[in-house]
Nanobody, 113 residues
């Protein structure tokens, strides 16, 4: 059974940084892409970052150059490092696996101006 558990959210001032860990179980990273999505109030859930099974990353244009997705295969962890945060980054952030379509419970990130 696949389980994803996010943590690391919180309140941060604009320009600050946060790192969101996602603990995964039941997944083999070498055959699975992992994703970070976010959903702001009143908006659709959007894809923020992807790391594919080969470790290649891709980002939404709005976060490129500020966010970094990474993984630790041995620890079965996926991370989203967020720098230069802006108020428009405020959202619930979700970890997602591309093989089984499992979602984590989400973690709230609030960026104050």
């Amino acid at each position: 059974q696949v389980q994803l558990v996010e943590s690391g959210g919180g309140l941060v001032q604009a320009g600050g940084s946060l790192t969101l860990p996602c603990a995964a179980s039941g997944i083999i990273f070498r055959v699975t892409s992992m994703h970070w999505y976010r959903q702001a109030p009143g908006k659709q859930r959007e894809l923020v970052a992807v790391i594919n099974s080969n470790g290649i990353t891709n980002y939404a244009g709005s976060v490129k150059g500020r966010f970094t997705i990474s993984r630790d295969i041995d620890k079965k962890m996926v991370y989203l490092q967020m720098n230069s945060l802006k108020p428009e980054d405020t959202a619930v952030y979700y970890c997602h696996d591309g093989r089984y379509g499992t979602w984590g419970q989400g973690t709230q990130v609030t960026v104050s101006s």
